[in-house]
Nanobody, 121 residues
Framework: EVQLVESGGGLVQPGGSLRLSCAAS????????MSWVRQAPGKGLEWVSA????????YYAESMKGRFTISRDNAKNTLYLQMNSLKSEDTAVYYC??????????????WGQGTQVTVSS
């Protein structure tokens, strides 16, 4: 059974940092690209970042470039999202998602349950 379990969310002040983790199980983690997607209150899903199977290629939404860093540890079957210089508009539920292939395609077959990130003073 495929499982994606996010953690690391919480309440942080504007300008602060958080690191999200996504623990994967039930599939061969290093056979697939992975992504982070978020959903702000009352809004639709917004793609955040993606990483290829070996971490060799990474991609970011424009508003996250320079502030967020995606990474993965295939030995630990874990995906990460380091978020710096957080803004109130980053408040959202953050989901990790498993891509269909090794390269980033933006097509997902499994999602985690999400972790809440709240940026507020």
């Amino acid at each position: 059974e495929v499982q994606l379990v996010e953690s690391g969310g919480g309440l942080v002040q504007p300008g602060g940092s958080l690191r999200l983790s996504c623990a994967a199980s039930g599939f061969t983690f290093d056979d697939y690209a992975m992504s982070w997607v978020r959903q702000a209150p009352g809004k639709g899903l917004e793609w955040v970042s993606a990483i290829s199977w070996n971490g060799g290629s990474t991609y970011y939404a424009e508003s996250m470039k320079g502030r967020f860093t995606i990474s993965r540890d295939n030995a630990k079957n874990t995906l990460y999202l380091q978020m710096n210089s957080l803004k109130s508009e980053d408040t959202a539920v953050y989901y990790c998602a498993k891509d269909l292939w090794k390269v980033v395609a933006g097509l997902y077959d499994y999602w985690g349950q999400g972790t809440q990130v709240t940026v507020s003073s």
